[in-house]
């Protein structure tokens, strides 16, 4: 019922930016927190960002001061600007929210994934 379609990832050099942008589709009330895991080859998906609805946000110490999380609640969206990158930034990145449904009941929702390569 809902869909998470995420956008701009791509190959950088080290130290180069990319804008990652996730629209929320589907049959829902509100979008509740909204974030951003990310997964590198043979390792467990990891929290990148958090931002609650109100614009909160929280990040992983090792993407703290280089990239920003932010949303749009009318447009249904979150991006997440990434700048300095590195090789280690390496990873899918997922997006994820959870979801208010008509009913209230809550829902957690995973995006494909979009592929950033960070070269040396």
């Known amino acids: 019922q809902v869909q998470l379609v995420e956008s701009g990832g791509g190959l950088v050099q080290a130290g180069g930016s990319l804008n990652l942008s996730c629209a929320a589709s589907g049959s829902f009330f509100k979008i509740k927190a909204m974030g951003w895991y990310r997964q590198a080859p043979g390792k467990q998906r990891e929290l990148v960002a958090i931002i609650t609805r109100g614009g909160s946000t929280n990040y992983a110490d090792s993407v703290k001061g280089r990239f920003t999380a932010s949303r749009d609640n009318a447009k249904n969206t979150v991006s997440l600007q990434m700048n300095s990158l590195k090789p280690e930034d390496t990873a899918i990145y997922y997006c994820?929210?959870?979801?208010?449904?008509?009913?209230?009941?809550?829902?957690?929702?995973w995006g494909q994934g979009t592929q950033v390569t960070v070269s040396s």
């Open positions: 994820n929210c959870n979801v208010e449904g008509w009913s209230r009941a809550t829902y957690d929702y």
